[in-house]
């Protein structure tokens, strides 16, 4: 698979799995039905895992050949994602009861707290590198893209300060949609913009990668 295609595959899965989790956020009677929360981990799942694949081939097909200087930044951009995806990968275990027993860390309320809120911070890094690094041409096309993406980044780090801070005070690991109406709805516009803006950096990193396949 080339980055191109894992690019189109990473921004139709957080367009599916934030769209579900957005509407379930309005209307969370839709979870009482086992089929459609076991439908939902299995997308989340399998959306993570090519969200992996994206930062693999982003490093081996472009840090390596193209951005020498921002390959530090994409190693910890795969390692956050990996960490993410043991999240989400211990859901399709607990909710599919898969006889299969994975670190006892994975099963801390600690874990599920802190790793979504570092791997923004990583990831936040990384696009900041990223953008520091460009020139030329692909200033004139990704500038704005990344900038984009900075920002989409940066409020989904003040969605997961919430859920950690809320952990640190009660003790209790709640994600936002399941904490009360008025924080689960009221975050929802936050959640709506950062995936437009993240969205639009899959989008326009997509066209670049295409205009660059089509001068070959």
């Known amino acids: 698979m ?9 921004a139709i899965g957080i367009l599916l799995s934030f769209s ?27 959306f993570i895992l090519f969200q992996v694949l994206f930062w693999l081939l982003f490093f081996f097909e472009y840090a390596s050949t193209k951005k020498q200087n ?16 043991l999240i989400y990968l211990k859901n399709i ?11 006892f860390f994975l099963y801390s309320p600690w874990y599920d707290s802190l790793v979504p809120f570092v791997s923004s911070i990583i990831h936040l890094y990384f696009f ?5 690094s460009i020139s030329g041409e692909e200033r004139k096309k990704l ?13 989904f780090l003040i969605l997961h300060s919430i859920v950690l801070i809320n952990f640190l005070i009660s003790s209790e ?3 936002l949609e399941h904490m009360p109406r008025v924080i689960a709805v009221g975050t929802v516009p936050l959640l709506f913009i950062a995936v437009l803006l993240i969205l639009n950096f899959y989008k326009r990193f ?3 990668l295409k205009s660059i396949e089509n001068k070959m």
């Open 2 to 10: 080339s980055l191109k295609t894992a690019t189109l595959i990473v």
């Open 20 to 46: 579900i989790r957005i509407f379930g956020t309005l209307f969370t009677e839709i979870f009482r039905y086992a089929f459609v929360v076991k439908a939902t981990i299995i997308l989340n799942t399998f």
């Open 70 to 85: 921002i390959k530090n930044a994409c190693i910890g951009a795969i390692a956050a994602s990996i960490s993410i995806s």
């Open 93 to 103: 275990i607990l909710v599919f009861n898969i006889n299969y027993r994975l670190p």
């Open 128 to 132: 900041i590198a990223f953008k520091k």
């Open 143 to 155: 500038n704005g893209a990344l900038i984009s993406i900075i920002s989409g980044t940066s409020v």
């Open 173 to 175: 690991l709640q994600w």
């Open 206 to 208: 997509f066209q670049y």
